[in-house]
């Protein structure tokens, strides 16, 4: 977004310098990403000119530019002569694009250049330098340069994408007093021409037709202002519709009524519909895009581009002036699609003011009327105009609640107003109307942020000293002991986009899919509900890079829905391919679900745990997969990646996955517990049980540590089948005392293994 600093002053009383407003918009959000202040050519006069020696029209001038010494200039122009008042570029100008600088022609320093009045931009002479009035000042300026603001807008700030909005924005920050100009809304005038609007995707369209311009260029002001940020001056009806798009962020577009046939429609295109283009590009439209139609077909695509038939150009006499409101999803498909990308879509995508559409068709009107003449001959609307304002419940206690920073409700409410917010007071809350051009703020949390930027980021330190003991915090201590965890376990962490994609997801999980109504691509159309999605894409490009074995994980945001606080922090863990580098020994495998279960048991830091196997989700392999359980609480899963997933997203490796869903239903928070080493020996035990083929080794082992608390550890070393459905598994226990134990307490621990294992899984003690 580009601006210039005389129009930002327009609408801002200020004594703040361009640099100092650079600053505060860079404080308050938005970033200055340049700020040029250009050098201005100035009047000079020709005390001297002498042939350059060996050149047929070259002259080596001496000019008197305002200083106390002469500047040497060389000059090709035939009309240079001594007594003659131009115009001089120094260096450091630019002119046409490239920056003016000393150097030498033929030998002979040039410091500067004479200008013609085309390379001025003020005409289209260039058969000669400029003649200027014999009386102009000496040194004095000969153009109105502007200084140019070029800022990155982020998109949730569609607001800032006016003059008016970065004005308004600027008076909140108390770096000046707004100057409100409201345009004045044109009054109806029944037309012969009716407008007729077939989709809902366009909420109002409005026109005006004025008939009798005379075409003219547009006054010194706009067409300036408008060269300065880099869109060339044409008439003054084409203009006007760009310079209403910078000051007031309405697209507008302007077509020749002589052109246009009968009605106007705004309808769904027909399924292969041709349209060219006002840059001579043929396109073929789907039944998704939007156009603006007569009888004889489309006449531009809505919020795009228009077309070659009905623009407007040097003959012609009457107009037809639109302003309207078109979906932002809608135009943002359609400019993709399409590959066009204009200061109307890049407006229309973002969403634009939806009460702004008849002052800024009065705005545009009364510009080209004020140049051009004409009369208003018709006026016509369509569409539902059926906006309403948002209103969002807020209390000024939720400030300190959410930020840890005290402000009073006396300060919020001041900044709030400043933005332009209307506030309607009631005993316990407040209830907080945006003005329209703020199309997102709809929950609490955004009035916040604007508070907070407003208020000034660099106060949060010295507000947070005052706080009532409510201080926020940078990460949670919780979460960087997992990671650490983790990355000790030599995983690596990765961090994916919080989008999702689509086609994934279905192949995945289950759960509801959160779709995006305007994803920056189209492979992330979701808000993300699982985290294992992302890290399987990147394991499948790093497969195809020739990088196989990977051990990653991701500690992130998953969403449950599209409503404010359907969200949980999820845990993904994803190990692939060997578990160490090729070796001369052939010491190597490739990893296991039990690679994985070891991590989520090294998670559980201790704590107790039974493995169940449970139905296996779409991810997982059916029969290489178990679920991680306190009592009826699902703590985690792991398994292998099924193969039939691996095979849709292309990846040849074996993979294995580990799963905490929730972390905030672990139990004690998950917090990490480092416990301190038993002063006495660990005693280990070894047993062998036959049991039912079926059972699962995990549930012996389970059920041992589960005898007494003083059980640490279970380790299988050795299992069989021993045919009639029965198999002995065998397994060693570690027991850490917390006191001196003798031979029959001993005893007295081991019996009770044995007895909680014959029990519940119907084992048996197996014979030597």
């Known amino acids: 977004m580009k601006w210039t600093y005389d129009w930002l002053k327009e609408y801002l009383d200020t004594k703040l310098s361009a640099g100092q407003i650079a600053d505060e918009l860079t404080r308050i959000g938005l970033e200055v990403e340049d700020l040029a202040s250009p050098v201005a050519p100035i009047a000079a006069k020709i005390v001297e000119c002498k042939p350059v020696e060996g050149s047929d029209h070259l ?9 106390k010494e002469l500047r040497q200039v060389v000059c090709g122009a035939p009309n240079a002569r001594v007594g003659l008042v131009s115009a001089l570029a120094v260096p450091g100008c630019v002119i046409d694009g490239h920056e003016i600088q000393s150097g030498k022609l033929r030998g002979v320093l040039s410091d500067g250049m004479m200008c013609s009045a085309r390379e001025l931009g003020i005409g289209d002479d260039h058969s000669g330098i400029i003649e200027l009035d014999p009386k102009t000042k000496i040194g004095s300026p000969v153009l109105d340069v502007k200084t140019v603001f070029d800022a990155g807008i982020t998109p949730n700030r569609p607001d800032y994408l006016s003059v008016r909005g970065v004005a308004l924005d600027l008076s909140a920050a108390d770096a000046g007093k707004y100057i409100a100009k409201e345009p004045v809304e044109l009054k109806p005038v029944k037309s012969s021409r009716g407008v007729h609007v077939k989709t809902e995707l366009c909420n109002v369209y409005r026109f005006a037709e004025i008939h009798n311009i005379k075409m003219a260029k547009s006054d010194d ?23 209403v798009c910078y000051d007031m962020g309405q697209p507008m577009h302007c077509f020749d009524a002589d052109e246009v046939k009968g009605d106007i429609v705004v309808r769904m295109a027909k399924p292969q519909e041709k349209f060219t283009d006002l840059f001579g590009n043929e396109h073929e439209l789907r039944d998704t ?37 078109f979906n932002p999803v809608s135009v943002r498909k359609t400019s993709k699609r399409l590959g066009l990308s204009t200061d109307s879509s890049y407006r229309y995508e973002r969403g634009i003011d939806p009460t702004m559409t008849g002052r800024a068709l009065g705005l545009a009107a009364k510009i080209i009327m004020d140049r051009c003449g004409g009369k208003i001959v018709g006026t016509g609307i ?51 109307t945006p003005r329209a051009a703020r199309v997102d703020v709809e929950i609490p949390e955004t009035i916040i942020a604007d508070l907070v930027r407003i208020y000034g980021y660099e106060k949060i330190a010295q507000s947070n ?31 994916t986009f ?38 399987l894409i990147a394991v499948a490009n790093n497969e195809k890079r020739g990088y196989a074995d990977l051990n990653l994980f991701e500690l992130g945001t998953v969403f449950d829905g599209d409503e404010p606080g359907q969200q949980h922090t999820q845990v993904a863990i994803v190990r692939t391919g060997a578990i160490s580098p090729k070796h001369w ?40 997969y178990g679920v991680i359980m306190q009592g009826k609480k699902k703590i985690a899963e792991f398994g292998a990646l099924h193969p039939a997933v691996a095979k849709k997203l292309h990846i040849k490796t074996p993979v294995v996955v580990a799963i905490v869903d929730d972390i905030s239903n672990l139990p004690n928070g998950w917090k990490i517990k480092h416990e301190v080493l038993s002063e006495f020996q660990p005693i280990t035990r070894d047993f062998a049980f036959v049991v039912d083929s079926d059972t699962l080794a995990a549930s012996l082992t389970d059920t041992a540590m589960s005898a007494d608390k003083r059980i640490v550890n279970t380790t299988i070393f050795d299992a069989f089948d021993m045919g009639n459905g029965k198999k002995s598994i065998a397994f060693t226990i570690t027991i850490v005392p917390t006191e001196n134990m003798g031979d029959a307490e001993l005893q007295k621990l081991q019996d009770s293994v044995i007895a909680n294992v014959e029990k519940k899984c119907n084992a048996k003690l197996r014979d030597k």
Not at 59 to 67: A, Y
Not at 475 to 487: E, P, Q, V
Not at 524 to 530: E, P, W
Request: charged residues 25%; glycine residues 8%; proline residues 3%.
């Open 59 to 67: 002259h080596v001038l001496k000019v008197d530019d305002g200083t």
């Open 221 to 243: 002001k706009i067409a300036s202002r408008l060269a300065a940020i880099g869109i060339n001056p044409k008439n003054a009806p084409i203009d006007a519709t760009n310079y």
């Open 289 to 325: 895009d939007i156009v603006i139609a007569d009888d004889a077909g489309a006449l531009a695509v809505a919020g795009v581009v228009g077309g070659a038939r009905g623009m407007t150009n040097e003959n012609t006499k009457n107009i037809i002036l639109e302003s309207a409101y």
């Open 382 to 432: 369509g569409g539902k105009n059926d906006y309403k304002p948002r209103h969002i419940k807020y209390s000024p206690d939720l400030f300190l609640k959410k930020t840890g920073i005290d402000i009073d409700a006396k300060t919020q409410e001041k900044i709030l107003k400043k933005l332009g917010y209307d506030i309607e007071i009631k005993k316990t809350s407040w209830i907080v």
């Open 465 to 495: 000293k005052r706080t009532t003991g409510i201080v926020a915090k940078a990460h949670d201590d919780f979460d960087i002991k997992t990671k650490m965890l983790l990355a000790s376990r030599g995983l690596n962490e990765c961090q």
């Open 498 to 535: 919080g989008f999702g994609c689509s086609s994934v997801e279905e192949l995945l999980l289950d759960k509801p899919i959160i779709k995006i109504a305007n994803p920056i691509v189209n492979d992330l159309d979701t808000a993300r509900n699982n985290l294992l999605g992302n890290l």
């Open 585 to 624: 020994t052939g010491r190597n495998r490739n990893v296991d679900i039990y690679d994985v279960k070891a991590d989520l048991i090294a998670l559980m830091c201790g704590q107790k745990f039974t493995v169940s196997t449970d139905n296996a989700p779409k991810w997982a392999h059916p029969y290489q």
